[in-house]
C-alpha cells in the first residue's frame, strides 16, 4: 500500500472487487486498466483462434499489417475526399482483383471493397436483379444455385428473390452442369456456382455449368448470367490452379465475390465484388460521391466502416504479389494433404476433400468409414478439450442422413500443427473406444429397432446447421 493507503495492485482497485456489468447501463466509471483487465479476463474463456479449424477467416497476420490496422482506426473508408489516399489504395486493389480474375478491362470495370464475402455477394446479385429488371423481367426473380453459404438465403429473402437451391442427387455433393437447366426460366436473374463450397470446400464446375446454360440459351434464347460465389477459391485457383477455368474468362460470368479476409490473407472485414466490364454494373445501383475536385463511384450496402482493412488488402498484394501468393498458399495445401494423409492413417475415415488444388480449397473434409461407438459429433466434442474447433455437420438437404467433419487451414498452419491435431484424434478415439458415449452406442430401443453411431445422437435441425457452417464464412 501507498502513504495514502490506495492500492497499489491492479486486483485490489475499485471496480475489480464486484461482478461486471451484466444487465443496464453501469452507473459508476472505473479505471480504464481495471475496465480493460475485467474485459481481457473474460475472453480467456473464448478458443484460441489459430486453432479454429471451422472457421474461414483470417486467424494470422504480420505485425507490419497489425501496425497498419492500428495506424487506420480512424479513418472511415467513405469519407473520399477527406481520406483521398486511402480511396486511391482501394481502387488499386479493384484494378489488381480485376486482372486477377481476367476481367477484360480490368483498368476501368468497376468493383469495390465491402465487409466480406456476404456484402459483396448480395450487391453481385442485386445488380443481377437490376438487369433483369431493365431487360423486361416481370414477375418473381429467382436465381439458382446449390448448396450455399447462408448469405444467400438472406440475399433471396431481403431482396425478393426466389432461391432455387438444386437437390443434391445421389452422391453428389455439389451442383453439377446437367442439373441447372431445369432449373432456369425466364425469371432467372443469375446461377450462382459456388467455387469453394463451404459443406465440403470442393470447387463447382463453373466452366461447365457456364457451358450448360450456353446449350440452354441455344435452344431457347433464354440468356442467363453467372455470380460466382468465390469466397475463398477466388484468391487460392489464380496462383495454385490457374488452369482452372472459372472466372472473367467465361464471358457468361459477370461478377465475382469473394474474401479478402479468408484465404486474401487481410486482416477481418475485408470483402470484394467486381463485374466483368463496367456496364455488368447498373447505373441505378451507383453513388457519386466527392473525390479529389471530381467524384467516385460508390457503391455498398454498409456507409461507415474502417478504412484499414482495404489499405491492408493492398499491403499484402504489394508485399507478395503473384510468387508470394502462390508459395503461401501451396505452402497450406501442401500442410492440407499432410494431415489429409495422416486421417486416412490414423481413422476409420473416408476422406471427402483432401486439399488438392485442383478440386477445392485449403480445406479437408471427411467422413465415417465404418461403424463405431461414437459419432463424428463425438470426435468434435473429444478434440475441443484439446482446443481445436472443427466443424461437425449434417450435409445439405437430400443427404441430411450423413455427417461430416471439415477442417478449414488457413495461413499459419503448419505440418507441426497437422502433427499435433493427428496425435489428438488418436488419443481421443482411443479415450471415447475406452469410454463410449451412453447416446453413441450401437443399442437396442424399448422398440426393437437398431440405431447405428451416427443416428443415435439427436443431429441439428438443417436450418441451424446451415447456419453453422455459414457462421465460418461470413
Not at 141 to 169: H, S
Not at 232 to 251: H, K, Q
Not at 429 to 439: R, V, Y
Request: with cysteine.
Amino acid at each position: 500500500m501507498t502513504g495514502n493507503l490506495e492500492p497499489d495492485d491492479l486486483f485490489a482497485m475499485p471496480g475489480i472487487k464486484r461482478p461486471a456489468p451484466h444487465r443496464g447501463f453501469p452507473e459508476q466509471e472505473i479505471f480504464p486498466q481495471v475496465a480493460y483487465q475485467i474485459v481481457h479476463d473474460e475472453l480467456l474463456l473464448d478458443g484460441v483462434s489459430r486453432m479454429n479449424l471451422a472457421t474461414f477467416c483470417t486467424t494470422w497476420v504480420d505485425d507490419q499489417a497489425r501496425r497498419l490496422m492500428n495506424e487506420c482506426l480512424d479513418k472511415n473508408i467513405v469519407d473520399k475526399d477527406e481520406y483521398p489516399q486511402t480511396a486511391e489504395l482501394e481502387q488499386r486493389c479493384v484494378r489488381m482483383v480485376a486482372d486477377l480474375w481476367r476481367s477484360p478491362d480490368a483498368e476501368r470495370t468497376l468493383g469495390t471493397s465491402t465487409t466480406g464475402s456476404s456484402e459483396a455477394a448480395m450487391l453481385g446479385g442485386l445488380a443481377a436483379k437490376f438487369r433483369w429488371r431493365k431487360n423486361g423481367g416481370k414477375g418473381v426473380p429467382n436465381f439458382v444455385c446449390g448448396p450455399v453459404q447462408v448469405c444467400w438465403e438472406k440475399f433471396a429473402r431481403y431482396f425478393d428473390v426466389e432461391i432455387r437451391q438444386v437437390p443434391l442427387r445421389g452422391d453428389r455433393l455439389t451442383m453439377h452442369p446437367d442439373d441447372v437447366a431445369k432449373h432456369c426460366d425466364e425469371n432467372t436473374i443469375m446461377v450462382v456456382p459456388t467455387f469453394g463450397q463451404t459443406f465440403t470446400g470442393l470447387f463447382e464446375d463453373v466452366e461447365g455449368i457456364s457451358k450448360a446454360l450456353d446449350a440452354l440459351q441455344a435452344k431457347t434464347g433464354l440468356d442467363i448470367p453467372i455470380h460466382v460465389d468465390a469466397a475463398s477459391g477466388g484468391f487460392l485457383a489464380p496462383f495454385c490452379a490457374p488452369e482452372i477455368v472459372w472466372d472473367f474468362r467465361l464471358p457468361r460470368v459477370k461478377s465475382i465475390n469473394a474474401s479478402g479476409h479468408k484465404t486474401g490473407l487481410a486482416p477481418l472485414g475485408a470483402g470484394w465484388a467486381i463485374w466483368r466490364t463496367a456496364a455488368d454494373l447498373p447505373q441505378e445501383l451507383i453513388f457519386n460521391v466527392d473525390y479529389l475536385g471530381g467524384s467516385m463511384a460508390t457503391f455498398n450496402l454498409n456507409f461507415s466502416r474502417p478504412g484499414g482493412q482495404a489499405i491492408t488488402q493492398y499491403y499484402d498484394f504489394i508485399r507478395l504479389g503473384r510468387t508470394g501468393y502462390r508459395r503461401v498458399q501451396a505452402a497450406i495445401y501442401a500442410a492440407g494433404q499432410h494431415l489429409a494423409k495422416g486421417l486416412t492413417e490414423v481413422g476409420p475415415f473416408e476422406l471427402i476433400h483432401d486439399a488438392d488444388p485442383r478440386r477445392g480449397i485449403t480445406a479437408v473434409s471427411w467422413r465415417l468409414s465404418g461403424r463405431e461407438n461414437f459419432n463424428l459429433y463425438d470426435l468434435s466434442d473429444r478434440l475441443r478439450t484439446r482446443g481445436w474447433l472443427i466443424a461437425a455437420y449434417p450435409l445439405p438437404a437430400d443427404r441430411q442422413d450423413e455427417t461430416i467433419m471439415r477442417a478449414v487451414l488457413r495461413h499459419g498452419f503448419t505440418y507441426d500443427m497437422a502433427d499435433l491435431l493427428l496425435a489428438d484424434v488418436k488419443r481421443s478415439m482411443k479415450l471415447l473406444h475406452a469410454h463410449p458415449l451412453k447416446t453413441s452406442l450401437m443399442r437396442e430401443d424399448a422398440c426393437g429397432f437398431t440405431h447405428n453411431a451416427q443416428a443415435a445422437v439427436p443431429m441439428p435441425k438443417p436450418g441451424k446447421a446451415k447456419s453453422t457452417a455459414g457462421k465460418a464464412k461470413s
